[in-house]
């Protein structure tokens, strides 16, 4: 699979909250999202992972975990995408 997107959101929002805004943010760029396929969280080790299918039949592999920050000190969400 090809990475298409990285992103990364505080902490502070809780796992659901980033996988949220990285949906959101997701579909502003690509299009509407129509279905969640597979989506699967597992909240011990703070990470997600679906696949999204847009109304023009694109389909998005996201994965969103927990990591330490390269730059500060601090955990953050970091948000991968990939062209299914």
């Known amino acids: 699979m090809k990475l298409i997107d990285e992103k990364t ?3 502070h929002l809780g ?3 980033a996988v949220c805004h ?3 943010y997701l579909c502003g760029d690509f ?3 129509v279905m969640d396929e597979n989506e699967k ?3 011990e ?3 997600y992972e679906s696949m999204l299918i847009f109304e023009n039949g694109r389909k998005i592999k996201v994965e969103v975990c927990a990591t330490h920050s390269q730059y500060r000190e601090e955990v953050e969400w970091f948000c991968k ?3 299914a």
């Open 9 to 11: 959101f505080g902490y």
């Open 15 to 17: 796992l659901e909250a």
């Open 22 to 24: 990285y949906v959101d």
């Open 31 to 33: 299009d509407q999202c």
């Open 41 to 43: 969280y597992d909240w």
């Open 45 to 47: 080790n703070d990470s």
């Open 81 to 83: 995408a990939y062209e």
